[in-house]
């Protein structure tokens, strides 16, 4: 017999272990929507909601995603439920969340997911967007004006597409019914997410007009640091949830144990009570955010390109090799470290708790998965820390082995020949570059570091970065990652 689906009908009848929803879901009224209902948001943001909404319903979840109808299709009729199933030495332990009320597909809901957002009950509109979500510059943080869906938006104002464009029309529509703007809370995995967003949504209002500019100016953008490790769901995985809890899931998510989520408290329309369930409110996340992004980002980064180039699947397969090991454990203690100020935290214990996290065996984190996105990743991964040590006059060999990595990745061929499946907003260009560069180290360092939105134009023109990234390219191409790694550290 084939299992009944995941639905509000079946939640009842879910095997015992299962934990489900401790409130009455008739009762809860959305107060927030977030746009880029990925996997991301519901480890995260969905479950720290999910455990307050018995106390107060009034700020259920309605997501959107903006570009593919995939989620909503799978909750639909499971009427926004889902499992999260959390991953360690000991089994699979799976919980139904509650939280998202409904899921709206903005390509074919734009109308009535802009109503929403611009009616009075929503307080909170957050995102998970991804970096390239933003329409930004990663390498200066400004808007990219000339993104082709920044133009569409500037042109059709009323149906935007981009992040930006469907923030602003719906402040536009308060702005216009004399409503109070939403808080925009921003849990993307970018420096400063907070101010980025505001520097993006301020500029898109102004240049769509001065008045709206100026009005938006006064909204709550704060920032947050969002840490949960989330591999993509694979069939096996839905199977075994499916198993777990007697029902059909959809789309189940996978992940971690560890959570950790950090928010600038200034929420001007009200938020939920986040604190009482384990969030840190505090003044000024920014420390915190450049702490994550310098260590377990820019360790993440680090591995994917050195971990799929030297044939490993998986981070926990990357944790297995030991030269791999001392590579991380010294990006982070030698260079990523003295680059951070945290009066108060044990970095080092920070690290040790990242390294076990990496070592999780039942996590399958993919390399190829944190691959995606390099040029919109490596600006705050690693270039920063690249940036603060060169001022300082200090070594980065392997913050720059992390780069000639990434640009070893995107010429788009493995070592043994075969292709690489490279997803980057800027694939196609870096794979022309890479051709004309052939297996020139210098010429393939020269044309990816004059992508000025990756690597500004600092740092194309700095002769140890140069010549630091040039070496272990030719390393990477003579020995392959492996060798590299271990000449590296041996
Ligand atoms: C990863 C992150 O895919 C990636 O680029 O580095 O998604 C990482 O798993 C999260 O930031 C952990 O909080």
New binding site residues.
């Given amino acids: 017999m084939t299992d009944a689906r995941l639905s509000p009908a079946t939640l009842a009848t879910l095997k015992a272990g299962t934990k489900v929803p401790n409130y009455d879901r008739s009762a809860v009224s959305p107060g927030i929507v977030h746009l880029g209902i990925g996997a ?1 948001h519901r480890a ?1 943001m969905a479950v720290y909601v999910d455990d307050l909404l018995a106390e107060d319903p009034s700020w259920g979840i309605v997501g959107a995603s903006l570009r593919r109808p995939d989620t909503k299709d799978a909750l639909a009729p499971q009427d926004g439920l889902y499992t999260i199933a959390v991953r360690d030495a000991s089994g699979t332990h799976p919980r139904v969340i509650g939280s998202i009320l409904s899921v709206m597909d903005a390509n074919s809901e734009r109308e009535e997911l802009l109503t929403l957002m611009a009616s009075p009950a929503i307080r909170i509109v957050s995102l998970t967007v991804t970096e390239k979500g933003y329409c930004h510059d990663p390498a200066t943080g400004e808007l990219d004006e000339r993104h082709p869906d920044i133009v569409h938006d500037l042109g059709n104002p009323t149906t935007p597409k981009s992040a930006p464009g469907m923030l602003v029309e719906a402040l536009a529509r308060r702005k216009a019914a004399g409503i109070a703007p939403f808080t925009v809370m921003s849990c993307d ?1 970018l420096p400063s997410n907070g101010e980025t967003a505001k520097r993006i949504v301020t500029r898109f209002a102004a240049l769509r007009e001065a008045d709206l500019g100026a009005w938006v100016k006064d909204v709550a953008f704060p920032s947050t640091m ?6 993509s769901t694979t069939d096996a995985d839905r199977a075994e949830v499916t198993g777990l809890i007697g029902a059909e899931d959809a789309w189940p998510i996978m992940t971690e144990p560890f959570t ?1 989520w950090v928010i600038e408290d200034h929420f001007p329309a009200g938020r939920p009570a986040f604190e009482k369930v384990g969030a840190q409110l505090v003044k000024d996340v920014e420390p915190f955010e450049l702490m ?2 310098r260590m ?2 820019g360790s ?2 680090t591995m ?1 390109y050195l971990g799929y180039l030297g044939g490993y699947e998986y981070i926990s397969e990357v944790m297995g090799d030991p030269a791999y090991v001392k590579l991380i454990h010294g990006l982070m203690t030698e260079e990523a470290m003295p680059t951070l100020d945290m009066p108060g935290t044990d970095l080092g214990a920070y690290r040790d708790e990242l390294l076990e996290r990496f070592r999780n065996p039942a996590l399958k ?1 993919r390399t190829w ?5 390099g040029s919109q ?1 490596l600006p705050q ?1 690693l270039l920063g820390t690249i940036r603060d040590r060169l001022k300082a006059g200090e070594p980065i060999t392997r913050l720059a082995l992390g780069v000639a990595a990434w640009m070893r990745y995107v010429t788009g061929i493995a070592e043994d020949g075969s292709e690489i499946d490279v997803r980057d907003p800027h694939a196609l260009k870096m794979l022309a570059i890479a051709t004309d560069a052939g297996d020139d180290p210098e010429a393939l360092f020269d044309g990816l570091a004059a992508l000025t939105e990756v690597f500004g134009t600092d740092l194309a023109e700095n002769s140890i970065f140069r010549t630091a990234v040039v070496e272990h390219l030719e390393n990477l191409f003579d020995e392959g990652a492996r060798g590299t790694v271990e000449d590296l550290v041996g």
């Fill in positions: 991301f995260h995995n969002v840490d949960r490790i989330v591999p950790q994550k992004l377990l980002n993440h980064s994917a984190h998965q944190i691959a995606m996105d990743k991964r």
